[in-house]
Nanobody, 127 residues
């Protein structure tokens, strides 16, 4: 079983940057594809970014591409989300998630494809 804890959220102004971290405790972190999702008030949870367990292949949603970057450090059992040029529309609770058993290079984008979730961290961007 994997436990995930997010950190790094906060209140920032439009145009600022934040780096979210997701620390994992449990075996075989390097075998998990990892993802970041977010959920704004009154909206459905949406995929933000994901990174495969092999080859560090990454994918970002269209709404954040070019501004956010997902990365992982398997030695530290941590996945990151670097968020630059933040916009008020990025305001949401951000969740990291882990998926086991994916094919090499695969990046799941649907919530049900993930096995473990963190508790979330709030990101608020003021205009």
């Amino acid at each position: 079983q994997l436990q995930l804890v997010e950190s790094g959220g906060g209140l920032v102004q439009a145009g600022d940057s934040l780096r979210l971290s997701c620390g994992a405790s449990g075996p075989a972190f390097s075998r998990y594809a990892m993802g970041w999702f977010r959920q704004a008030p009154g909206k459905e949870r949406e995929f933000v970014a994901g990174i495969s367990w092999s080859d560090d292949i990454a994918r970002h949603s269209e709404s954040v591409r070019g501004r956010f970057t997902i990365s992982r450090d398997n030695a530290a059992n941590t996945v990151y989300l670097q968020m630059n040029s933040l916009k008020p529309a990025d305001t949401a609770v951000y969740y990291c998630a882990a998926s086991l058993g994916m094919l090499a290079g695969s990046i799941p984008e649907r919530g049900y494809e993930y096995d473990y979730w963190g508790q979330g961290t709030q990101v608020t961007v003021s205009s």
